[in-house]
């Protein structure tokens, strides 16, 4: 079973950076893509970005291109999420998921992170 483990969130003034974590275990990874979606109070969770773990293509909401960048840390089974010039809108509880290369759908998700970033 995939275990999931988000940190990272905080309190960031508009302008500044964070740096999620997710720690994975319970699966060798390589055959997964992995990822990062965000919940705002009142608005449907969304996709912000995914890797495939192995080669490490990379896929990018138009949101958040140029700003954010996923990687992972294959040695460390953790991927990592940095998230720069934030913005208000920015603001959510941040979601690390996986699925095999095969699953049509993502079915393993952490518990979430709070990003707040402030005016």
């Known amino acids: 079973q995939v275990q999931l483990v988000e940190s990272g969130g905080g309190l960031v003034q508009a302008g500044g950076s964070l740096r999620l974590s997710c720690a994975a275990s319970?699966?060798?990874?390589?055959?997964?893509?992995m990822g990062w979606f965000r919940q705002a109070p009142g608005k449907e969770r969304e996709f912000v970005a995914s890797?495939?773990?192995?080669?490490?293509?990379?896929y990018y909401a138009d949101s958040v291109k140029g700003r954010f960048t996923i990687s992972r840390d294959s040695a460390r089974n953790t991927m990592y999420l940095q998230m720069n010039s934030l913005k208000p809108e920015d603001t959510a509880v941040y979601f690390c998921?996986?699925?095999?290369?095969?699953?049509?759908?993502?079915?393993?998700w952490g518990q979430g992170t709070q990003v707040t970033v402030s005016s």
């Open positions: 998921t996986a699925r095999t290369v095969a699953a049509n759908a993502y079915d393993s």
């Open positions: 319970g699966r060798t990874f390589t055959n997964y893509f």
């Open positions: 890797i495939r773990w192995s080669g490490g293509s990379t």
